[in-house]
Structures are given as C-alpha cells and as structure tokens.
C-alpha cells in the first residue's frame, strides 16, 4: 500500500506485503523522528522523501510506486530488511540519499574514522523502538531488582548463546549446534523436534535474574511487562537475531540506561562509543560477568544520555540532517 501520514506532506510511505500499515513497530517512532528532521530542515521543500516498509525480495514494490520529483531531492528511508540487502542501482536512479537499516561491514567500500562508508548516497538508517515499549523512569543500576535480563526467540542463530545460558545443557543439544555450525544434515530437523513450540526458563542458573526463551517471534512477555523488566535490570543480554546483530533490544535497553551485553555491532556513527559489552564469542559471557570492576564502570545516566545523543529519534533526526546539509 502507499500512502501519506497526515501531517506530513512531504512524506510518502510505501508499504509492502510482508507487513501491515496497522502493525507496524515502529511508525510513531519513525514519526517522532521525521518531524524531528522537519523542524532541523527548516521544513525546507527542496527535499521530497520516501519511507518503505519491505524485505530484500520487495525491491520491485518500491520502484514500481516511487513518486519521484524531478526537481527536488529524493530522499528513501528503508526500514525492515534484517539481511542488509544494498538496493540496486535502479533504486539510486531515483534517489539522491538511501538511509537503509541493517548494513553489513563487508559491503562498505572504505572505512573513514572508524565508521563505515558505503556506496555513493548509502548511508546506515538506525532502527528506532517499538512504539508500544513505554519508555518509563531511569533506576540507578544499583536499585535494580534484577542482575540480568533476557526474554527472547530461540531460533537457530541463539542456540550456541542458549547453551552457553543453560548449565544443564544436553550431550544431544551441543550436537545440534555442530550440525547446524557446519549446516550438516539432520541439524534441522533436529532442532525443529528438540525446541520448536517450546519455551524454557534459565532464570535459576544465576542469581536476581530473569531468562527465559520461548519459540517464534514476540511470542514473550507483552510489552508493558518487558519494559518494566528493562527498567528493573542492571544487565540485559542483546543476541542476534535471525540475520543481524541489531535489534530493538538493544535501543530499548540502552534508553532505559541498561548495561547492554551484545554481539558485535557494525561500524556506524550511531554506535561508536557506545557504552555496551561487546562479546566475538558468547563463552565468554561468564568471565564478562564475573568482571566487578568493568560492570561497576557503567552508570545508568551515561548510558541513558548516550542513547539521547547518538539513538534516539531526536538523535536521529540530527544524523541524517547533518548528512543532508553535508552533501548538498
């Protein structure tokens, strides 16, 4: 579907089929964001812009209901595709600047200062949070009911992180992990049968800690009670999910000044110096933990006021005018 959002005419969302306009996670955020960059743009009516909801495959979607002006500068933000898919050159025929979600380190061409620098007018689009997690008061870490925190999917990509959590883990359960390392046969179906409609709960394998996984995509704890697990955690681990190392999670979490134990993350602005963990290999989460010193070196308001300045729609906004106005 395409449409335009009231209030924002110069603002044209295009919606695929692998989504819904009604279910949509993030569009009052993305909405907070836009006006944001309006308002920095002095609602400057040079600029036309696009906003796409769509997977990789859905290319076609886009272009086939673009509303490009010929005389103004087409801006794209593509929101969804975890893959990290770099849109074809029929895409930059008709826009001058791509923001693009999920951008992956191998496609960039060079690396300037530390930060990734892509195809000529590509730039990496931050994710933004769910508009239904409340955003709710800052507790100093210390006042914090729970030592660690995560509620999430099983799917194949979590099962090293799963078994590393679970220190009653099966002889069978590490053999499918093999199989599915090295994609032999059998790892599949295995994991199907062993975790597939099922939930488990790790919460008694470490103190003041709340970890369970459950089976398929928000399918845990509604959003009001995991925003409130957020508010009351001092550590909340952020794993990959199907594709990439970027989730919700990890913006939610760091806006509710959490210590955010993560994978490793891309070489973009909006994460350099963030003040997170980032582990190459979860088996080294217990020496992470055990670590007094470096967990007591985070402070919830650090974290909070890095999230306001480099993660927020606010923030946002201010990334990609400053881009904008840079490349005129």
Known sequence: MKCILEGFKNLVVIVSSSYKFDSLLELESFKSFFFDLNKLLDFNSNYHFHVFWGMKNEENVLLDQVEIISNKLNVLFWIGDE????????????????????????????IENGINVYRDGLFHFPLLTIDEVPELP????????????????LNKNRLPFYLVLNRKAKLYEYLIAFLLKYNLRGGDRLFNVCYNGKSF????????????????????????????????????????????????????????????????????????????????????????????????????????????????????????????????
């Open 83 to 110: 893959e990290g898919y770099i849109p074809s050159d029929y895409v930059f025929k008709r826009f001058k600047y791509v923001f693009k979600v999920h951008l992956r380190d191998r496609d960039a061409i060079k």
């Open 138 to 153: 800052i507790l100093p870490l210390a006042k914090r009911k729970h030592n660690l925190y995560y509620c999430g999917n």
């Open 201 to 328: 709960d790790l919460s008694n394998f470490y103190s003041n800690s709340y970890i369970k996984f459950y089976s398929g995509f928000n399918n845990g704890d509604d959003y009001k009670t995991y925003a409130k697990f957020l508010q009351n955690s001092k550590i909340v681990l952020s794993p990959k999910g199907f594709y990439s190392t970027e989730c919700f999670r990890f913006y939610e979490a760091m806006r509710q000044g959490c210590i955010v134990i993560t994978e490793g993350l891309p070489n973009v602005e909006c994460y350099k110096g963030a003040p997170c963990i980032r582990l190459k290999n979860w088996k080294t989460l217990s020496s992470v933990l055990s670590d007094k010193e470096l967990i007591d070196s985070f402070s919830s308001d650090y974290i909070k006021d890095f999230y306001n300045k480099k993660l927020s729609p606010n923030a946002i906004a201010k990334y990609v005018n400053d881009i904008l106005i840079r490349n005129i």
